[in-house]
């Protein structure tokens, strides 16, 4: 089965499919976060500074990526997130403004003409990533909103941006007819929901794959893509390449 793990910012995307994937022995794929890909693709820009035309490649990288590491995975994969993540992160930033959680009268944009462009442009791009999410997933599991934004400093967006994301993932799955469950509640509570409305398999208890998860999520660096970039700079000036 090709599973697709879906949900916005905070809802636990990450946990659940490293957990599912120890539990079920089933591989997990995904992409680099626009975070870890900005200090290589836009040096010394702050994603919540990042342009539309700048937030594209970050997204178009992001797609790429997904897709390469799916075709490598022809038996089947439990995915942290989707194709439609990239698009659906750009479509809101175009409908609440450039600055989430921050009230301007043209929302970042120059101009209501060019704001309408580009949405424009993110329908387009949002045509192409369906097309790609209903003939590569079997189904998705959606997972709500249930626990506060994260407080970690490197998500520039708000809990309109969250609810508004959530909305269009969920309406975009069913106007595309691709099966979805919404799965709540605890870890435990969603990876049993997990395994019996897929009929998964198991290769081990619950317990060892949350704990498996947890030590894999302690080992994510979650630092600004800034201090990515100093640290790499570090590295490379010791590596004699500076």
Not at 66 to 79: C, K, M, N, T, W
Not at 147 to 176: I, Y
Not at 214 to 237: F, G, H, K, Q
Request: aromatic share 6%; charged share 25%; proline share 5%.
């Amino acid at each position: 089965m090709k599973l697709a793990i879906s949900g916005t910012y905070s809802s636990g995307k990450t946990t659940t499919s490293i957990a599912l994937s120890h539990l079920t022995g089933i591989p997990r794929t995904h992409a680099k976060t626009m975070r870890e890909i900005l200090p290589s693709l836009l040096p010394g820009r702050r994603l919540e500074d990042c342009t539309i035309p700048e937030l594209l490649q970050l997204g178009m990288v992001r797609y790429a990526e997904r897709a390469v590491h799916e075709s490598h995975l022809p038996d089947g994969f439990i995915s942290d997130g989707s194709s439609l993540h990239e698009w659906v992160y750009g479509k809101v930033r175009v409908l609440v403004g450039l600055h989430p959680g921050v009230r301007e009268a043209t929302g970042g944009f120059q101009s209501a003409d060019e704001r309408d462009f580009f949405a424009q442009v993110m329908d387009a791009i949002g045509a192409v990533m369906r097309r790609h999410a209903v003939d590569t997933y079997d189904a998705f599991a959606h997972l709500p909103i249930e626990f506060p934004l994260a407080s970690d400093g490197h998500r520039p967006v708000s809990e309109e941006f969250r609810a508004k994301s959530d909305e269009l993932l969920l309406d975009t799955l069913r106007q595309a007819g691709i099966p979805v469950r919404i799965i709540g509640g605890s870890l435990v509570d969603r990876l049993e929901a997990l395994v019996r409305s897929f009929d998964l398999p198991t290769v081990m208890p619950v317990d060892e794959a949350i704990g498996l998860a947890d030590a894999e999520m302690s080992r994510i660096d979650t630092s600004d893509e800034l201090a990515r970039r100093n640290i790499r700079a570090i590295v490379d000036t010791a590596k004699g390449r500076v």
